[in-house]
């Protein structure tokens, strides 16, 4: 059935990009030319955030359509980066698993940056915040370097992938299936660098809950200064 087959999984990641991509231009319009000039300090935050997602959209479901075989760590890509460039599958999975890690650290920095621009501007934080930022980035694009030099025998890995998956289709067997590991040893960074988002990301958002709660407490600003900043901060949460 067409339903079951790649092409109607790649038909339906091409048809999303088609509806997304224009939803995309709107959105980078919206941040550059109605973001309020009092929300200056959030306006790249928000357009470095847009702007990865996109990269992201685009490197998923036109460049490289990764048709993924679990619960092994393989697949083989459906994208124009296979049949119009011969791009190496290794090098599509680390640009995909990079830019993964790169929307994240750019949702971590949303976060920061309201910290930073409310409540830590004349704090030891200011000093700490570059390096912060450069090591998130830094670990976003090597983090991946280990299972890259792992990369186990590939007739003997694709031997373990039809012995714990019986039941490939043909299909799916004649195509160039590569397979990222079949060590766990090799998952631990990424599942490190998950954690490591998950606390960075919660740890500035208890810390602005924190702050906003003490501030309305000592009546240090306006209810509705408090109002529109608690307004902002839901809307950022909502939208992650």
Known sequence: MFLESPESYKFTLHAITAIASPLHVLGIY??????????????????????????????ITVLSVPYLILPVWGGYPLGILRYWFGVPVLVQIYVVATMIFVVV????????????????????????????????????VTHLL??????????????????????????????????????????????????????????????????????????AKSENTMNLQRKFFNAIKAQV
Not at 151 to 164: H, N, R, S, T, V
């Open 146 to 219: 280990p299972a890259c030099f792992m990369i186990p025998d590939q007739g003997i890995a694709l031997e373990f992938a039809y012995k714990l998956i019986p039941n490939l289709s043909e299909q799916t067997k004649a195509e160039q299936i590569f397979i990222l590991s079949t060590d766990f040893r090799v998952k631990i960074p990424f599942i490190l660098m998950g954690l490591k988002k998950c606390v960075e990301t919660y740890m500035f958002i208890g810390l602005m809950n924190r702050n906003m709660n003490l501030e309305s407490r000592s009546f």
């Open 30 to 59: 919206c941040i550059l030319s109605l973001t309020p000039k009092n929300m200056g300090s959030a306006k790249w935050y928000l357009l470095n955030l847009h702007v990865s997602c996109i990269l992201l959209d685009w490197g």
């Open 105 to 140: 650290t750019s949702i971590v920095l949303i976060f920061e940056n309201r910290f930073y621009q409310l409540y830590a501007r004349n704090s030891l934080w200011r000093y700490l915040r570059m390096p912060f930022i450069i090591i998130n980035y830094f670990l976003d």
